[in-house]
């Protein structure tokens, strides 16, 4: 597609509950990123793919958070057992990954509300 | 480790004074520094990198090896350009991509 698209672009939630979202990024990039962006904590790593590599999900804060990327294309990151601290923007980006070119196009990303 | 630290969270000024974003990092490697915005109710976007060495929308950053630092600065602030700026950090290898917290940019008039 013409750009990163991410869905839902708004998501409120009961405490505990399971949040999928979801991120279609450029054609042919093949590094996906995911990052967490809230007020007064910036704009937190989460998790990285690169290609068939092994993803880097040292950004995760818990074993509640976790991501696929099937195909090498589409991604999911799934958060279960919702908590309220767990509010904020997700956002996606990919890059083609040239190295020493890691420009990243990111998406308009999910604002995920725990009540 | 990578490490971005952006020590204002917030940075006012009036139109047409001089802007300086400051941005310090930890890297052990060859760094690759880059200035990213986001404009209200707008995508996070690139502004400019390093490597390409150019003014873009009137900002210039110079990286200081020496220092660690990759300040951002425009010497005539417009109200256009209040914004979120993120200073952002990788390594040549194309590893990830680590931000800094971000600083406000409120310009008045």
């Known amino acids: 597609g013409a750009g990163v698209s991410q869905s839902p672009s708004n998501k409120v939630t009961e405490k505990g509950k399971d949040v999928e979202l979801r991120c279609d990024p450029i054609?042919?990039?093949?590094?996906l990123y995911w990052y967490r962006q809230s007020l007064g904590q910036g704009l937190e790593f989460l998790i990285y793919?690169?290609?068939?590599?092994?993803?880097?999900k040292s950004g995760l804060p818990s074993d509640r958070f976790s991501a696929e990327r099937t195909g090498g294309s589409v991604s999911t990151l799934t958060i279960q057992r919702t908590q309220q601290e767990d509010s904020a923007v997700y956002l996606c980006?990919?890059?083609?990954?040239?190295?020493?070119?890691?420009?990243?196009?990111f998406g308009a990303g999910s604002r995920l509300t725990v009540l | 480790a990578q490490r971005v630290t952006q020590p204002e969270k917030l940075l006012s000024v009036f139109k047409g004074a001089p802007v300086e974003l400051k941005c310090n990092y930890s890297?052990?490697?060859?760094?690759?520094l880059f200035w990213y915005v986001q404009y209200s109710r707008q995508r996070l976007q690139l502004l400019l990198r390093?490597?390409s060495r150019e003014s873009i929308k009137g900002f210039t950053a110079d990286l200081n090896k020496g220092e660690t630092s990759f300040h951002l600065k425009k010497p005539f602030a417009q109200e256009e350009d209040s914004a979120m700026y993120y200073c952002?950090?990788?390594?040549?290898?194309?590893?990830?991509?680590?931000f800094g917290a971000g600083t406000i940019l409120r310009v008045k008039s």
């Open positions: 980006a990919s890059s083609l990954e040239i190295s020493g070119a890691n420009v990243l196009t």
């Open positions: 054609s042919g990039h093949t590094a």
């Open positions: 890297y052990s490697g060859s760094p690759e």
């Open positions: 952002a950090l990788s390594g040549w290898s194309g590893n990830k991509l680590v």
């Open positions: 793919f690169q290609g068939n590599s092994a993803p880097d």
């Open positions: 390093h490597i």
